[in-house]
């Protein structure tokens, strides 16, 4: 019967398939960094400088690592201990075990990608990357966490982007 070999071919062609697409489906993870981009009304050179003054400025407990001025790329780094501010910005998921532990410090890595966008204009790229450092005792762990993105908005902020934009 030939229908009945079709029929048997576009199985053994689909069941693959729809395998394949499946596991590929459930292999797909969410990426722990995503950034913020938002267009700031201003020239790069002087968005950078922005940048480069907030980062350097005690008030926001940044400290510059790197302002490179020909890929208009800054780092900064802050370790905080304050619970409230830490729970704020980011979520740390633990295990079932961790959920006890208390907030030691946390680390979070700022890197802001600047690119000339026209007219006058910078499209400002924010990034966060955020590790928790849980202890309960002499027990201590270290986690990755997930930005709320409250960080990040706050920084363009304060380089001149228009919030909610």
């Avoid at 398939?17 to 009304?41: D, G, H, M, N």
């Avoid at 002087?46 to 510059?64: I, M, P, Q, R, W």
């Avoid at 790229?125 to 409250?150: E, I, W």
Wanted: hydrophobic residues 40%; neutral net charge.
């Amino acid at each position: 019967d030939q229908g009945g070999v079709m029929k048997l071919r576009a199985a053994s062609i689909i069941t693959p398939l729809l395998l394949f697409i499946l596991a590929s489906a459930y292999a797909i993870e969410t990426p722990r960094i995503v950034p913020r981009v938002q267009e700031i009304p201003k020239p790069i050179g002087e968005v950078f400088v922005t940048f480069k003054k907030y980062f350097n400025d005690a008030s926001s407990h940044f400290e510059l690592v790197r302002a490179d001025e020909r890929s208009h790329t800054l780092v900064a780094k802050q370790t905080t201990t304050d619970d409230l501010t830490w729970r704020r910005w980011a979520f740390c998921e633990t295990g079932p075990v961790e959920m006890i532990y208390k907030l030691q410090d946390g680390t979070v890595t700022v890197t802001v990608k600047l690119e000339k966008s026209p007219p006058h204009s910078t499209l400002a790229t924010v990034s966060a990357d955020f590790q928790g450092r849980y202890a309960l005792g002499g027990n201590q762990n270290t986690v990755a966490c997930t930005s709320k993105f409250a960080l990040e908005d706050s920084i363009l902020t304060a380089a001149g982007a228009v919030p909610g934009k």
